[in-house]
């Protein structure tokens, strides 16, 4: 698909049915991930694939917004593993994590499945619910299905400003 196509058919899911994921989707998603651009090629992020009913409920003791997806992924990075900007005040380690979610999500609308980017949730409690290493950071949650037949992009969806606001040269 024409990735400007793609970018602009991907939603944040809120409904979804109980149709399961197909292996090879999942995996093409993970892939995807995987082959993302990190700092330095560090390649410090984690990926948990979430589907049993012990790893789903203790996503829903986190946060309200599964929205029934039977999957979901927790993206995390090592702490310890991140390149460090010049100045040391910022480091890779979020972005870098980011990217790959950023990859994953647009994969799943590639391969016809709808996801949801979720940060609302405590991360220091994400780590200690599901038991991560000290080194691991909990960047965001992603729901990962198929969108219920009610479903549908947020009516703000399409809203964005102009280039012209968003954008300078210099």
């Known amino acids: ?11 944040s899911c809120k409904k979804y ?11 093409a998603v993970l892939e995807a991930g995987r082959l993302a651009p990190t700092a ?12 049993s009913e012990g790893a789903l409920s203790k996503f829903d003791q986190l946060t309200p917004c ?3 997806a ?23 380690g979020a972005e870098d994590a980011a990217i790959v979610a950023t990859h994953m999500i647009l994969e799943a609308t590639e391969q016809g499945l709808d996801s949801c980017w979720v940060n609302f949730f405590d991360p220091d409690q994400a780590k200690e619910i599901y038991g991560l290493p000290e080194e691991e950071e909990v960047l965001m949650f992603m729901d990962l ?6 479903a549908g992009p947020l009516p703000n969806h399409r809203s964005r400003k102009d280039l012209s606001e968003t954008v300078s040269y210099l």
């Open 17 to 27: 049915s109980d149709r399961a994921i197909e292996e090879d989707k999942l995996q």
């Open 66 to 68: 599964r929205y029934g």
């Open 1 to 11: 698909m024409n990735f400007l196509k793609l970018a602009e058919k991907r939603y």
């Open 70 to 92: 039977g999957t979901a992924l927790m993206v995390t990075y090592n702490r310890n593993n991140v390149y460090t900007y010049p100045g040391e005040k910022r480091d890779s």
């Open 145 to 150: 299905g198929y969108a219920a037949k009610e």
């Open 40 to 51: 330095k090629n560090l390649q410090e992020q984690h990926v948990y694939v979430l589907q």
